[in-house]
DNA sequence: AAATACTTTAAAACTATTCTAAACTATTGA
DNA sequence: TCAATAGTTTAGAATAGTTTTAAAGTATTT
């Protein structure tokens, strides 16, 4: 019935063991067909809902690290207090909605790819993240 | 000699009272016609070593939000621990070292302008933030 | 089943930043 | 000019997100 067998193995063939607590975030995170944005906070409140039982927040910490480093997560670049989580690891860029402080996924039709035409001598471009902010019209920014 | 008059007067103008503080806060920031990089512990820094006197960080922190707010500084998006500041204002993209997590300039000839094809119902584009990420090519990514 | 290595945990520690409230300073206007 | 005022600086406390610690627990290996 669920998907467990499918993260032990993924997460033993990454070298993880598949702990009880990495095998329920596993759950919460790639059992839907929906990719989602989430902030440890948030994270941690969608455990604390769906589970029984509560899983430490060092060990969500270190989860979501491990998880991110094996290229199961990616992070996402806001100016901001906190950290940002895609489940979407596929190439793709950012709308930030400023209002809400909420990521919405651009699809590559959406946006066209960016053009880099500099090198930096010694160095390989890693990754090129847009952020497009957007807030609602009738703002004051004074 | 010094910019002081000048400073003097762009703070007024703003509304803000030109005090002891954010004069010399400004001969750090707007005196040099390179623009620069700096992150608030770097300014603190800068200040120590050039300033007979002490400014408290917290007025460092008042300033350095006052200027943004008037637009005489950028705030630049990293997913980090700390916020980056640019005093170029102008519209331009940034490198970012991850070897030495250092900001470089992206000039306007170096990156084609991003062209967003998708719109936010009831918000505008307030900002388009590209980062490029690099690092030197021999980097242990696990 | 014992040994090993990895993992979880609560709590402490840490870091960047913001807040507080009292002392201080620039500006206003009588 | 001088008092009233409004804005500013300050040290230290507070906060928030994240990382570290070290001890207890669990999965894996032998």
Known sequence: MTNINLYTKKL?????RPTKQRLKICEVLFSSEKTFHFTINDLTKIIEEKLSEK????TVYN????????????E???????SYFDTNITDHQ???????????DCGDDEIDSVNVKR???GKKIKS???LIRVASDNQNQN
């Open 119 to 121: 090198n930096i001598t």
């Open 128 to 130: 090129i993240e847009v």
């Open 94 to 104: 950012h709308f930030f909605d400023e209002d809400k402080s909420q990521l919405i």
């Open 12 to 16: 033993r063939e990454s070298g993880l």
């Open 63 to 74: 989860t979501i690290h491990a998880f991110k480093k094996k290229g199961y997560l990616k």
């Open 76 to 82: 996402i670049s806001i100016n901001s207090d906190k």
């Open 55 to 58: 899983i430490s927040l060092a």
